[in-house]
């Protein structure tokens, strides 16, 4: 079983994952590179469904079975999982350090049946329901209490850390607040005691404002790059009007957001070359009012505000942002959104017609 | 000029460096590599002297001249700087956001004139030396009251970071205090007003009392695998006695610290095959009672222990990671210290005998 260790210094918590079991042979240049074709030999094309663990959830044809062909975006468990579903949440000491057992929950939203599937190309109804298995299962494991938060993330070529070509999301539940959601929604509560304003309506409105960080604008959602970005041509998405949590989109939000996800990635792919990218899907934490929850009557959080972020890996984290985790960031945000901006005009296919600026 | 620029929800400061002006084709395939073969291309090699910055310091008989052959560690600012030494401190706001001037100091230490000098073979003379540069420079850059902190930092091999291949540290210093640091010196001070004691020195304690994370161990340092590691093979070097500065070390200190991390470079090679690494310097700041400054008095501070930490970059960092500061570590401390420690016995080379375990 893994275990969850604290870092007595900086309220950083760990995963030991020592069962996934390497020699350091294993790490002579770097991680090692599972490389998936298409087909048999890939445990999530179709027809691989005996080689993974059971799906946990799935849309597909009423008259299928389960853990059969002819399913779109089944969620699975990771075979391999950082965290287990099992064990309690109780902490223990070793002299000064604090650790607990490795409990949680990682699984795997595969996006398509098809292994060549691209989310730049897809038609934006499978985005959005992929989008939902996500938002399906962040709602299914906020039911059990003993986890805190849940991260959903897409990691997108090998050096963003995707191990498998086939497309797929993941998601992995803490049983503990991470620091940096912890840090996220202590501002953003400081900042709404002061002005009884979420923090980001307030960037997003000056964002909108002012115009020159911002990408691209459909009706519920906005795509920008950050004022502070930490690297070159990060973005950020936020939905326009206010909602702290993922779990609240329709049908009618969630395409829209698919939409807006499709057009960012596919900027960046013609902007960048097909870059490898990590995003990442925060939302509110399982401590806060939320539908299924007994303390939920319709209530909203006012002072947090869920939000994508899009990382494309195309310069080095080194010695230096390592130790001050201060970033160096070559491209000013401002310039990255004028060059994604502009490829606006000279985009082909059709499908960003909607970018209402 | 570059700027500073503060992240309005975490605390983060970013340097954005516009005036390294890349286009987005140079980011088609990650960070564009500069080969460095030795020689008249290489920037760092004897006799390039011309195509560097004028040395800040260097170590060269006394009747050679600045910026000529002959010397030894020099230290040089950095061509294309991520910060300048002019300018003002003066924060400024656009609307909700903070920035300033980009206005810090950013110096390479090179480390031999041989461009296939190794640390993991160099004489350990060689390695006092460069430490040495390092520590002077801190020194004189603390003398500008405007750096609240250095960072000494040395990247090796592309996956780290390294645009460069002649053996070489850098320096970074900084108008603002790193948030990193920061939540150190926090934790540190909070531990200090509770016990009275330094947390790193009851760290060490612990860690020597255990033994089964301790790597090596000399007369003055103790190399270790963090509790909380959140990378294989990750390393920490620590004086067992306390001190604050790293400043504060005599040569017979810098001696032992040569030796010590030449041991964790080479243990790390041999295990892992010549992995990337980056190592951090991390010293007290600027703000804190030290020699030079008017209000020390012999005084030291005693809530805070001054560090290295290396990493070995064999795992990439993901989405997860990104959006939580989770870590997912794949090698147990004490596994990766086992492995290490055993090599001891195997090793061939005579330097590794002051080993006290």
New interface residues.
């Given amino acids: 079983m893994s275990e969850l260790?604290?870092?007595?210094?900086?309220?950083?918590?760990?995963?030991?994952?020592?069962e996934?079991g390497?020699r350091?042979d294993d790490?002579?240049?770097?991680?090692p590179a599972r490389h998936c074709p298409a087909g048999a030999s890939c445990p999530f094309c179709e027809g691989s469904e005996s080689k993974t663990p059971p799906e946990t959830w799935a849309v597909r044809p009423l008259d299928s079975k389960p853990d059969t062909p002819a399913w779109q975006v089944p969620v699975l468990p990771n075979k391999f999982p950082?965290l287990r579903v099992e064990g309690s949440v109780d902490r223990c000491g070793?002299?000064?350090?604090d650790c607990m057992d490795g409990i949680g929950a990682h699984e795997v939203v595969i996006e398509s049946p098809d292994h060549e599937w691209e989310m730049t190309t897809a038609p934006p109804e499978e985005i959005e329901l992929s989008l939902r298995a996500v938002q399906e299962r962040i709602e299914d494991l906020y039911r059990d209490g003993r986890f805190r938060?849940v991260?959903a993330?897409?990691?997108y070529g090998?050096?963003?850390?995707?191990s498998l070509s086939h497309p797929h999301s993941?998601l992995?539940a803490?049983p503990v607040m991470?620091?940096?959601?912890k840090?996220?929604l202590a501002?953003?509560r400081d900042h709404y005691r002061r002005k009884e304003r979420c923090?980001f309506c307030?960037?997003i409105a000056?964002e909108l404002m002012?115009g020159d960080r911002v990408v691209v604008e459909h009706e519920h959602f906005v795509a920008l790059s950050?004022?502070?970005?930490?690297f070159?041509?990060e973005l950020a998405i936020y939905p326009k009007e206010h909602q702290h949590d993922f779990g609240l989109l329709n049908l009618e939000l969630r395409t829209d957001l698919a939409r807006i996800l499709q057009t960012c990635l596919r900027y960046l792919k013609q902007?960048?070359?097909d870059?490898?990218y990590?995003?990442?899907i925060?939302s509110v934490p399982n401590t806060t009012p939320r539908p299924g929850r007994p303390d939920f009557w319709g209530t909203i959080a006012l002072d947090y505000h869920w939000h994508i972020?899009i990382?494309?890996?195309?310069?080095?984290?080194?010695?230096?942002e390592?130790?001050?985790?201060?970033?160096?960031?070559?491209?000013?945000?401002e310039?990255?959104a004028l060059?994604l901006r502009e490829m606006v005009n000279t985009e082909p296919e059709p499908a960003v017609v909607e970018a209402s600026e």
């Fill in positions: 260790r604290k870092d007595p210094l900086v309220d950083r918590w760990v995963i030991i994952a020592a996934r390497r350091p790490f002579h240049s770097g991680e950082a070793l002299g000064m350090f938060y991260v993330f897409r990691n090998a050096l963003a850390g995707a993941q992995i803490l991470p620091k940096r959601v840090d996220k501002s953003a923090i307030d960037i000056q002012l950050p004022y502070a970005a930490r070159p041509f902007a960048l070359g870059p490898a990590n995003y990442m925060n972020e990382l494309p890996r195309v310069t080095r984290v080194a010695g230096f390592w130790g001050t985790g201060f970033y160096i960031n070559p491209v000013a945000p310039d990255a060059f």
